[in-house]
């Protein structure tokens, strides 16, 4: 079940992106020859209208083929059409639309991710209501290899004491936490039995929470919201939740910040898994994060994703040329290669954590 979920999420995802350049191109007029999700061998053709629509045999990943100027000069040197055609089909090549126009295709898959991810959000928060700390001091989950769950700590527990002071509440304990940090604490723990153990923590500081923790998770309630409520708070859960990602990939591109969260395919999996054993809430905000995740990755100025062809665009229209076909076609097989390397690494990165485990 894993692997179906798996499948399904990233397929939606695929579709979504996919479907952002397809409309924007038709919209603005660009032929769309061929619509496919997936990569590899065709597997299902079918054609409407002037586009091609077919599954491939490979479901990570997908892509829209353009009408292109290149393509129809060489059509036309070749006799395989005539200099009418050429001329009745050159506006619709993807060349010929303003750079603004052009603009909006390349990043339109990136918008709708954004806009899928955002939509998501809403519905959660409408459906299932905000999550809200009860405030006591009931640890709720650990996460794992971190300080909590190495000495010992579990979920049920009642932190309710910290180094001789009391913590009626999660308030008292996270500022007692927060203080302690890299020293080593003496927590007064009481098991769900009653029966209570002083444990010794050392809070480590956390780049993302921006204070030192241990690793516990609060108990959790779900509030509910309004129809207008739940849209203002999934716009922000959006743009913070891409800040927090844009900010985090450059720490790591920049080694500000490390590199050991980042997973390949089975790490992807195993979170997608998870995600559906513990409910539908919880695999419907997953899938709104992956799908901002997906929309944010492809608008980094890389090649072989969105963003390098955002580059290269501006840098034709600043340099008032266009490279050469020949150029263009490196420049995407030289991030087709990277982006092919990275992802063996995080796949055998993947397999060797299993191994290790």
């Known amino acids: 079940m894993t692997l179906v979920w798996f499948l399904l999420i990233i397929s939606v995802l695929v579709f979504v992106h996919e479907f952002g350049h397809f409309i924007v191109a038709k919209r ?11 990569f590899g061998p065709r597997l299902i053709k079918v054609q409407r209208g002037e586009t091609i629509y077919s599954v491939r045999a490979l479901p990570l990943g997908g892509f829209c083929r353009f ?14 059409i005539s200099q009418e055609d050429y001329e009745e089909q050159l506006p619709r090549s993807f060349e010929r639309k303003s750079y603004g126009r052009r603009m909006g295709v390349i990043t339109g898959g990136s918008v709708f991710n954004f806009v899928f991810g955002a939509i998501l959000f809403v519905l959660l928060f409408a459906v299932w209501g905000v ?11 650990v996460v794992p290899d971190y300080p ?34 890299d020293h080593e604490a003496l927590i007064r723990v009481e098991k769900p039995d009653g029966s209570v153990r ?23 309630v779900n509030k509910k919201v309004s129809p207008l409520e739940a849209m203002r708070l999934g716009a922000i859960q959006t743009v913070e ?59 980094f100025p890389i090649p072989a994703v969105d963003g390098g062809q955002v580059v290269v665009m501006t840098y034709e229209r600043i340099r008032g040329k266009e ?35």
């Not at 009408?67 to 395989?80: Q, R």
């Not at 999550?131 to 989950?141: C, I, K, W, Y």
């Not at 000495?151 to 009626?168: F, H, K, L, Q, S």
């Not at 991030?335 to 993947?350: E, N, P, R």
């Open 28 to 38: 603005g007029g660009i032929k769309v020859i061929e619509f496919a999700f997936g």
């Open 67 to 80: 009408l292109s100027e290149h393509e129809l000069k060489a059509d036309l040197e070749e006799g395989a």
């Open 131 to 141: 999550q809200e700390g009860t405030g006591s001091n009931l640890v709720a989950g």
């Open 148 to 181: 909590a769950s190495q000495a010992g700590i579990e979920a049920g527990d009642r932190i309710v004491m910290i180094n001789g002071e009391d913590t009626p509440d999660w308030s008292a304990l996270t500022a007692l936490i927060t203080a302690a940090q």
């Open 198 to 220: 002083d444990i010794s923590v050392t809070p480590k500081y956390d780049s993302v929470a921006k204070r030192a923790i241990i690793g516990i998770n609060n108990e959790y």
């Open 241 to 299: 939740f891409t800040k927090f990602l844009v900010a985090t990939l450059v720490g790591m591109l920049t080694g500000q910040q490390s590199t050991e969260q980042l997973g390949g395919p089975i790490k992807l999996a195993e979170q997608i898994g998870q995600g559906a054993q513990q409910g539908a809430s919880t695999l419907w905000g997953l899938t709104a994060v992956l799908s901002i995740q997906f929309g944010v990755i492809n608008m």
């Open 323 to 357: 490279l050469k076909p020949e150029m263009k076609s490196l420049i995407q097989m030289v991030g087709l290669a990277l982006l092919t390397l990275l992802m063996v690494g995080l796949l055998f990165k993947d397999i060797m954590g299993i191994f290790q485990a």
